[in-house]
Structure formats: C-alpha cells, structure tokens
C-alpha cells in the first residue's frame, strides 16, 4: 500500500479513545491516495485502544505501532515524527476522521503550488447528534506567501493554530529545530513558526478533516492549567517574533489576537468559577491572567529565554454544591 519511502507520514497520537479508534483508522484505510505510512502512537492507554492499534499494526504493513509510556500529547506527537520517514507530515487525533481525498488533496495543493504547508478546511462533528457544522473560512483556495499566511494565522480568523487540518513538508522540523512544546495548546505556540519557516502555504476551501467534539474533548474541560498553557502560548509567539527580529512586521495582528485573547481567557477563567461554584478568586485570577498578557503584548516587552512557571492563573477550588444549596 506504501513505499519505503513514503510521500506522507500520517502521525495519530492515542490515549484512551478505544470507543473512537475504529472509525478513526478506518477513515485511514479509506483515503484514496495509497503512498502514505501510519505511525500510531499509543500514550499509555488504560482502555482497549493498544488492543486496536496491534490489530491494525499487524494487518497492514503502512501501519506502524509505538507502544511508550504516558508522556501527553507533545510528546506522542514528536515521538511519531521522529520515527516518521515520509517527505510530508499530517496530523491525526485519534477521535477525529478523515474525508476519503484527504491526503490527496493535500499533497496536490502541496506539489502544484511547490508549498511547503498545505491548509484544508473542516468541519465540526457532534458526536451525539451526529450532525456535522460546516466552518467558513475567510480565505480563498489559492496560495500565500509566507509573510502574509503567518499574519492571517496569528489573526485567527483566516488560518488557525490546528496541527490536524494541514500537511507539512518534512524538512520543516528538522532542518528548523522545531519541537512541540511540552504543553496544552502546543499549537497555538509552535503553528507560527512552521508558518514561518515555510516557503509558501497553501489553502483548498473544502472541509476534509472531521473534528468530532465530545464531552473528552480537551476544549470542553478548559481547567487552571490548560488556561495557564493557552496564556503562556501568547507568550511564546510573541518571544519567538522577538527572537527572529521580525516583530514590527506582525505587530498590528499580534496585538488584535491578543485582545481577542483576552477575551476569551477571561471566559475561561469566569467559567471555570462557575462550574466549581467558587467565586472568592475571581478577581485575582483575572487580573493576573491580565498582567500576563498585557505584558506579552506591550511595546517594552522584553523576551525571555524562559517564560515563568508560576501559574498565571490558580484554580477555582470546587465548592460542595450541596452544602451550597443549604
């Protein structure tokens, strides 16, 4: 089904999602572009997912298995490009699925375009309704400079942060260093660069990847320490525009999505309160959310090798909601 060498390497990072797993690897098998390898890797699951995998590993020769210990996310996903051998890489999440011309309509935007980052568009999948939302994007199918994609990811509104909805030529994280931070949102804080490392991006205004939402979903249990991660990726962004000397380049837009930001950290840390039903911190935490960003965004910023590992923000200790309705 593959050569040895593979045009795609198709990396699928798995914790517990036995109940998904199928139907995810079966949308793999399905794709109509064959040159592609698989490359599973099992997080140390507790369910059956392992079980699965091994099925799948023995059955087809595309389908490679690492077997590691619980490290998150991160770690699983570097640990797939690091064994990967394909001249492009796309990311999976192992709840997700994939439209049958996925790969194919990637890697000829890819190869016609000579991109080093070819985009699709997505939908968003109910897992108990089954109902699938399809999400506009303001950008046309064609392709970008470098400059003027990274600008259009940073604003969030054009491109996004997501690994899962893009294919990426190989040489992007090799010949550049580039590592997934050891963190919620790592792709918020490692898209930017990938952007601008790359020659060209670019986009197909068709939904092919299926994000399936779900009451697991790490963006439905946006807790203290996911908050804390998504502030520290603002910070990240803006150390590694610094470092690059490019800053005064995306300014405008990185100050527009950090207001946006600020929003939206807010939400999360008022929601958080509520559904813990505390509601003593709540001004602390905000505001230290808020200094936080108001640093990462202000002209006298200065880049740090490290950003600080103190939580911006502490969690809403939850409240006996018994004791409360008394």
Known sequence: MSSVNPKISLIIPVYNMAQYLEDTLQSVLAQSFTDYE???????????????LKKYARRYDNFHLIDQNNCGLSKARAAGIAASCGEYIAFLDSD?????????????SAIENDADIACCNYYLYYDKSC???????????????????????????????????KLFKRHLFFDNDVIFFDMYFEDVAI????????????FINRPLYYYRRHQGSIISQIDAPKTNDYIKSLGIIRNFLEQKNVYSKYKSVFKIYAFRFKIQIGYCILTNHIDNLSFADIGVNLKRAYVAINSFKSDKYIPASELPILPFYV???RQNRKALIR
């Not at 099992?42 to 699965?52: C, E, F, Q, V």
Request: with cysteine; glycine share 4%.
């Open 38 to 52: 698989v490359v599973m890797v099992n997080d140390g699951s507790t369910d059956g997912s392992l079980a699965i």
């Open 191 to 202: 898209c930017p660069q990938l952007f601008y490392y790359a020659n060209k991006v670019s």
């Open 131 to 165: 109902k699938k939302i399809y999400m506009p994007f303001t950008a046309k199918t064609g392709v970008y400079s470098n400059e003027v994609a990274l600008k259009k990811l940073i604003l969030d509104t054009t491109f996004h942060f997501f690994m899962w909805n």
């Open 315 to 317: 969690e809403a200790p």
């Open 96 to 108: 997700d699925f994939l439209d049958p011309e996925f790969l194919e309509q990637l890697y000829k």
